[in-house]
């Protein structure tokens, strides 16, 4: 009967940490997203979506994905990145975008050039470390 308890409250235990792990990394989802949002603002695609309405909504996460479409490369480029890519500033992000990364391209045209700024390359050095 022992064990039976032992296991009984190790179930209790783990369920909790999973409970309060799924709140933290919700929350931690919820902080990126409006740290990002308010970082793009005064970019076109922050004009077009109204970033800052989706800020002062209760829950972000519902009004982001009701406010912003989902967007494959292609339309990702034919409607912003090529714009980024002639040099203009403030599209999606601020300022100019100076770096475009190549892929190797796995659907559609043979290879792909994704934006890549000095925050995002900052972001995977802190990630890999």
């Not at 308010?38 to 982001?64: N, V």
């Amino acid at each position: 009967m022992m064990v039976a308890g032992t296991i009984f409250k190790g179930a209790i235990h783990l369920k909790e940490r999973l409970r309060r792990a799924n709140i933290d990394i919700a929350r931690s989802q919820e902080d990126t997203l409006r740290k990002l949002l308010r970082k793009a603002a005064k970019t076109d695609l922050e004009k077009t979506h109204g970033f800052e309405q989706i800020l002062q909504a209760k829950r972000i996460d519902i009004a982001y994905s009701e406010r912003v479409p989902i967007y494959d490369y292609n339309s990702m480029h034919e409607y912003w990145w090529h714009r980024a890519i002639k040099g203009e500033k403030d599209v999606c992000w601020p300022g100019r975008i100076e770096t475009f990364a190549l892929s190797s391209g796995t659907t559609g045209s043979a290879s792909k050039r994704i934006p890549v700024t000095k925050e995002m390359i900052l972001s995977m050095r802190r990630a890999s470390f």
